[in-house]
């Protein structure tokens, strides 16, 4: 299979995070490659971005997985791609490749990677409300009722963008890690235009929770999420749930939570989150992150950085975990 740029071309049955809109939107340098065959058809494609650090690293981060065009590739043909994409970077001048964005669940990685584990919980939305409903655990669902008869209240806006990135950043701060600037969680939620929506649980004036979602047709993903501590106890639960109602009356086809670690430690905060998604009646999809070094020194260099700003990056955090697969 080689790996060769292709022009853009997305539709709403492909991943939003596809669309150039959206990757121009998170990098001035992005671009397609496409998967060509020995029988020269496009098999598949795969959205890339490039980032620049300090004017001395340049990063290719995906945004979202090997994309099949027509019939699945199979995992040794997505290896073969994925060999072929590696020896493309490297001929353009990359440092490195980094782990891609939490939704993104690669089948496997290229020969000679750094990989781990990694999956997401997924809800297909071509079921009926009615099975949607009855898939959740008793304790959600009454959590949600809860909620509903309390008054909790659902509202979607661009309008709630700056109390939203406040509650993602303290959210984000209570598990001390990291988040973006301002300007760039902006420039991300106007870069989805109207494939992205915020959405806010709001009680008594006071609002409680909120998320920020992509999607097309293809699938929609929770991105962010942030809450007030103490929050009400169904704020949260009612305000997936409508999400999923919402997304369904339009008309996509699943909707993804957003990446999950495999196997969490018992008692952990992953392990509660991966608890919860599952009482939604989301399935696990398994699959792998993985990153790849071009550049010893610069690779390096990134790798101590991420230990140093959040114990390291995922597949840092995760790889322990291949040898058990």
């Known amino acids: 299979m080689r790996a060769t740029p292709i022009e853009i071309n997305w539709h709403s049955g492909l991943p939003i995070f596809a669309s150039e809109s959206f990757l121009k939107a998170v990098s001035d340098e992005y671009g397609w490659i496409g998967g060509i065959d020995d029988s020269g058809n496009l098999r598949c494609v795969l959205p890339y971005t490039i980032i620049r650090k300090a004017a001395v690293f340049r990063l290719v981060r995906f945004r979202v997985e090997t994309i099949s065009i027509g019939d699945e590739l199979t995992v ?30 690669f089948h496997t990685y290229p020969d000679r990677a750094n ?15 009615d099975i949607l409903w009855r898939s959740i655990g008793k304790t959600l669902r ?7 008869k309390n008054g909790v209240n659902i509202q979607s806006g661009t ?42 649980a709001d ?30 106890q169904g704020a949260n639960k009612l305000l997936y749930w409508e ?24 008692g952990s905060k992953q392990e509660a989150l991966a608890t919860l998604k599952m009482r939604y009646g989301a399935k696990l999809v398994r699959g792998y992150m993985w990153k790849y070094s071009f550049n010893a020194l610069k690779y390096n260099l990134y790798c101590l950085a991420a230990r140093f700003r959040s114990g390291g990056d995922i597949v840092d955090q995760e790889q322990h975990k291949l040898k058990n697969i």
């Open 243 to 266: 999400t999923i109602r919402l997304f369904k009356e339009l008309g996509v086809q699943r909707f993804d939570f957003g990446g999950a670690r495999i196997d969490p430690e018992k």
């Open 203 to 232: 009680y008594e004036g006071v609002i409680q929770s909120c998320a920020v979602l992509a999607f097309s047709d293809y699938c929609a993903y929770g991105v962010y999420s942030g809450n007030i501590e103490g929050q009400h």
């Open 76 to 105: 040794e043909e997505e290896k073969s791609f994925l060999n072929s994409v590696v020896e493309y970077f490297r001929s353009t001048g990359a440092d490195m490749i980094i782990p891609a964005t939490t939704n993104t669940i």
């Open 142 to 148: 009454q959590n949600i009722n809860t909620a509903l």
């Open 159 to 200: 309008e709630y963008l700056d109390v939203t990135y406040k509650y993602v950043v303290d959210t984000f701060r209570r598990s001390k890690l990291p988040f973006m600037s301002y300007e760039e969680f902006k420039r991300y939620i106007l870069g989805l235009g109207e494939n992205g929506k915020i959405m806010i």
């Open 115 to 129: 990989a781990a584990p990694y999956g997401s919980y997924i809800i297909d939305l071509s079921q009926s409300e």
